[in-house]
C-alpha cells in the first residue's frame, strides 16, 4: 500500500516494490489480480539490478534460447513464441541483441490456453467451442467447458481420450466421449469426461 497516495482507491490498486538492505528482502504490496504480470516484472527487474551475477545468468538463459531456436542453417526453429525470440534478436541478421535479452518479455507470452498452437493457428478466439464440435464431434456442452477451462490446449486433453471408446451418441448427431458422471451426464449437467484426469495427471 503507497503511504503516499491521496486517492483512496488508488491506495488498493497500486503496488509498490521496496527493499530492506538489512535482510536484503525485496517486498511487493499492493496491487490487484488483473496487474500480475507487471507487479511480477517489477520485482523482478529491481532484483536483478542489485544482482549482477543473477542478471548475467538470465542473459545466458536468454541467449540459450536464442541458440536452441536456431536450425543449422540458422532458421528459426524456436519451441517458444516467435514474438519472444525475434525480441531477443536484431533484425535483419538475426544476432543476439544483448540490450534485448536483459529486458523482460513476458508481456509478450501469451497466457496458456490463449496463444497459438498448431491445432489452433490463430489462437484463441470467442468461437473456439464451435471450431472443437466441428473437429472432433463433441457435444456442444462438453466443447463448452474444455474451451473454458483449457482454452487452446482442449485439444491436448482429446488427446488423452481412448479412441477405442469413443462412438456415435444415440442421436447420431455427437461422437460420445465417456464422461466421468457416466450415465448420469445429461441429466446432471456435468460435461466433464474421464480425459480430463489423464490429463491432469500427465
Not at 18 to 39: Q, V
Not at 165 to 177: A, D, I, N, P, Q
Amino acid at each position: 500500500m503507497d503511504p503516499h497516495a491521496t486517492d483512496s482507491s488508488a491506495v488498493s490498486r497500486d503496488h509498490v516494490v521496496s527493499h530492506d538492505p538489512g535482510n536484503d528482502i525485496t517486498f511487493i504490496s499492493g496491487g490487484k489480480w488483473t496487474t500480475w504480470r507487471e507487479m511480477a516484472e517489477d520485482v523482478v527487474d529491481q532484483v536483478l539490478e542489485r544482482d549482477p551475477v543473477l542478471k548475467q545468468r538470465c542473459v545466458q538463459g536468454r541467449q540459450a534460447i536464442v541458440s536452441e531456436s536456431r536450425g543449422k542453417k540458422g532458421e528459426m526453429i524456436s519451441k517458444y513464441p516467435d514474438v519472444v525470440v525475434q525480441k531477443m534478436l536484431n533484425s535483419p541478421d538475426n544476432t543476439i541483441n544483448p540490450h534485448v535479452t536483459t529486458s523482460a518479455v513476458t508481456s509478450h507470452i501469451p497466457l496458456l490456453g490463449i496463444g497459438k498452437t498448431s491445432t489452433v493457428p490463430d489462437g484463441y478466439h470467442r468461437n473456439l467451442a464451435v471450431v472443437l464440435t466441428q473437429q472432433e464431434g463433441l457435444a456442444p456442452d462438453i466443447a463448452k467447458h474444455l474451451v473454458k477451462t483449457y482454452g487452446t490446449r482442449a485439444w491436448e486433453v482429446l488427446g488423452c481420450v481412448d479412441k477405442a471408446e469413443v462412438r456415435e451418441s444415440t442421436s447420431g448427431l455427437y461422437k460420445h466421449y465417456r464422461r466421468i458422471y457416466e450415465g448420469q451426464a445429461m441429466t446432471s449437467g456435468y460435461p466433464y469426461i474421464e480425459a480430463e484426469i489423464v490429463y491432469a495427471i500427465r
